[in-house]
């Protein structure tokens, strides 16, 4: 079985575990996902099956968008809820919608991210989680991320707790740390700031109402129904511009070979699909001015 499982993830379970089911479920050794999603996270996780595990780089690509909530009044060390409580400050009134959405306004476009010390970003060797376990420190990486979205759903002040929470949207681009975006958003207001509540809305180009449960995936399996509902992996490359092969360059394109930029259409993209019977084979790139050389080989079977 080769091809994606837009699966929706429940929370309570890691990636991992996701992929694990799916492997029991479809009874298929090559199972990976495109986009980690933290156990206390649910929503949309693409699952690649067979051949399309190939593709997982590619639809990382894709922008991700996430429905979530900022809790400020408080801060933890894993910057969720599932942490313990740092700092606690009174939010003695409300944050009006105007102050809220002109600082997200400033965190939009290319910006400079640290990831949180329990994450999966590895560090020497060892994950910063690992670290954070051991009640070790050490120095975190800086990331450039893309924020293409930041828009403000909701803005409720409780006067009882003297909390605020924010419901937000985020449309990012891959490695982006949506609970360290929530925080900065309430440093930016003077706050000490945890994510609530997070769900990813679409990862990969497709969302949450095209996802499948693990429990719809062991029924469909159990009625064999389930091959109808696996997604082709040329769905990844629908905005590429394609090639199709014709005998002799598909006999070339298996043994690794350069296509000459001259069989390539005019003005083609840096990157193209090549295709053989109407199935995407391979990925080239424009190597030079001349040739077209391989990126990704999907397939070497016709």
């Not at 600082?103 to 994450?119: E, F, L, N």
């Amino acid at each position: 079985m080769d091809g994606i499982i837009p699966l929706y993830k429940e929370r309570g379970m890691t990636s991992f575990d996701c992929v694990n089911r799916v492997r029991h479920i479809i009874h298929e050794a090559h199972v990976g996902h495109a986009g980690t999603l933290d156990p206390n996270v649910d929503g949309v996780l693409p699952i690649c099956v067979g051949k399309a595990t190939k593709c997982v780089d590619f639809l990382h690509e894709k922008p991700k968008e996430y429905s979530g909530e900022l809790l400020i009044g408080l801060s933890t060390t894993t910057e969720d809820l599932d942490g313990e409580t740092v700092k606690r400050q009174r939010v003695e009134s409300k944050i009006s919608d105007e102050t809220v959405k002109t600082a997200m306004a400033t965190m939009m476009g290319k910006i400079t991210q640290v990831p949180p010390m329990y994450s999966s970003v590895k560090v020497n060797g060892k994950r910063l989680y690992e670290y954070a376990h051991a009640g070790e420190t050490v120095e975190r990486p800086h990331r450039q991320v893309v924020i293409n979205a930041f828009q403000m759903v909701a803005n409720d002040f409780d006067p009882a707790k003297g909390q605020q929470r924010v419901r937000f949207t985020v449309k990012c681009s891959k490695g982006t740390y949506v609970r360290t975006l929530a925080v900065d958003l309430a440093k930016k207001l003077g706050y000490p700031g945890v994510m609530s509540s997070l769900t990813r809305t679409s990862s990969g180009g497709f969302n949450l109402d095209q996802t499948l449960s693990l429990a719809d995936l062991s029924d469909l399996a159990a009625n064999q129904l389930l091959s109808q509902y696996v997604l082709p992996l040329e769905i990844v490359f629908e905005d590429w511009q394609h090639l199709a092969l014709n005998k002799e360059q598909w006999q070339a394109v298996q043994n690794g070979g350069w296509l000459k930029t001259a069989e390539i259409p005019a003005n083609a993209d840096q990157r193209i699909a090549l295709t053989y019977q109407g199935r995407v084979k391979a990925l080239y790139y424009q190597r030079d001015s001349g040739h077209y050389a391989p990126l990704k080989m999907i397939s070497t079977k016709a």
